[in-house]
């Protein structure tokens, strides 16, 4: 990509996320009492990363079959509770391993 | 003169206290930064220039989205309506974090500390008793090299290592984001059903006929506003939600 398409890009995702951050620190002084609009935020980090990481994960590897591996080595390990970089490096390793036995078949 | 110098050593002291907290904020960042420059240095953008997203954005889940988009050549619209959508979150922290500050902090140094304002930062920061600018600008003095520092590595070494080898690193991004939502989820039914409903409406997005043709980034911005909304319509969160938000994001 040409670098000065590519740094307008990063200047407006950098903008945009900045007035998000700075402008209730600058304008307003009080705290967001809604019951609706405290839990609709609540719930946006969920929603949104189940639905970047959902169906994407099946195609993060080079085959499907080391990529659902992983998947369901990462749910495993989160669902007990093992820390990001545990669950993340266990599904980087079942990707590995399944990747490389497919070459023996 | 003598009370300049006591706000001086208050100052400096917080800031202090910020950047000793800072450091284990920064070693995870770190990971997930190494993570994000490595997926984009699969997607052919340069080390330099995720170390400079990393920085001037300073958000995990938002600049991955962001990565999408432009990979896609999605339009400048489509960007900042995903990172409007996917970092709204980050307005109520703010916003939270403004009702804590003294009345009498300055313009200046708010508008420092709002480049902090990250799940992790904002989570230390709103623990704290007399919050002050300082003390969320000594945490940001660890944290934000942390960030850039993991893009740049993550950038450089993407480019380095064998193709084999980045297959297997191209899930650790996503194993993070599961670590992150699954063990509240077990906790909270709600955040489970949450969890699911917007797996399962992405799906939709992306095996329906015409469904298909909406690009990821508008897909994403659409599944998460109608989980969400449906979730706080039908099931409000009780207690207060910008604390809670703070410890199980990233």
Not at chain 1, 48 to 55: E, G, K, Q, S
Not at chain 2, 14 to 20: I, K, S, T, Y
Not at chain 2, 219 to 248: C, K, R, W, Y
């Amino acid at each position: 990509m040409n670098g000065t398409r590519l740094l307008i890009y990063i200047l407006v995702m950098a903008g945009t996320t900045y007035l998000i951050r700075m402008l209730p620190l600058v304008l307003f002084r009080r705290e967001i009492k809604s019951p609706f609009l405290k839990s609709f935020l609540y719930y946006i980090p969920f929603a949104c990363l189940a639905a970047m990481t959902f169906p994407e994960i099946l195609w993060s590897a080079d085959t499907r079959i080391a990529s659902f591996a992983g998947f369901a080595v990462a749910v495993i390990l989160a669902f007990r509770k093992k820390s990001l970089l545990t669950v993340a490096l266990a599904a980087c390793a079942a990707v590995l391993v399944v990747e490389r036995l497919i070459v023996f078949f | 003169m003598k009370s300049t110098e006591k706000t001086n050593k208050r100052r400096a002291d917080d800031f202090r206290q910020g950047a000793r907290d800072g450091i284990p904020i920064a070693l995870g960042y770190f990971a997930v930064s190494f993570a994000f420059g490595m997926a984009a240095a699969r997607d052919g953008i340069g080390a330099f220039y995720s170390a400079l997203t990393s920085f001037l954005c300073l958000s995990s889940a938002g600049q991955f989205a962001g990565m999408d988009v432009i990979v896609a050549g999605g339009s400048l619209i489509e960007l900042a309506l995903t990172q409007l959508v996917i970092n709204l979150r980050y307005l109520l922290m703010s916003f939270s974090l403004s009702a804590k500050l003294s009345p009498k902090t300055g313009i200046a140094p708010r508008l420092v500390m709002a480049h902090g304002v990250t799940d992790e930062i904002f989570a230390i920061s709103a623990a704290r008793q007399d919050l002050t600018p300082y003390y969320t600008w000594g945490a940001m003095s660890v944290a934000v090299p942390g960030w850039t520092a993991g893009a740049l590595t993550g950038g450089i070494l993407g480019d380095i290592l064998p193709a084999f080898l980045l297959s297997a690193f191209g899930i650790a991004i996503y194993g993070m984001f599961l670590a992150i939502i699954l063990p509240p989820a077990r906790e909270d039914r709600a955040v489970l059903l949450v969890v699911l409903a917007a797996g399962a409406m992405r799906a939709l997005f992306t095996w329906t006929p015409v469904l298909d043709r909406v690009s990821g980034g508008f897909a994403i911005i659409i599944v998460t506003v109608t989980v969400s909304g449906i979730a706080a319509f039908l099931h409000p969160h009780a207690e207060d939600a910008s604390q809670e938000n703070g410890e199980v994001s990233s």
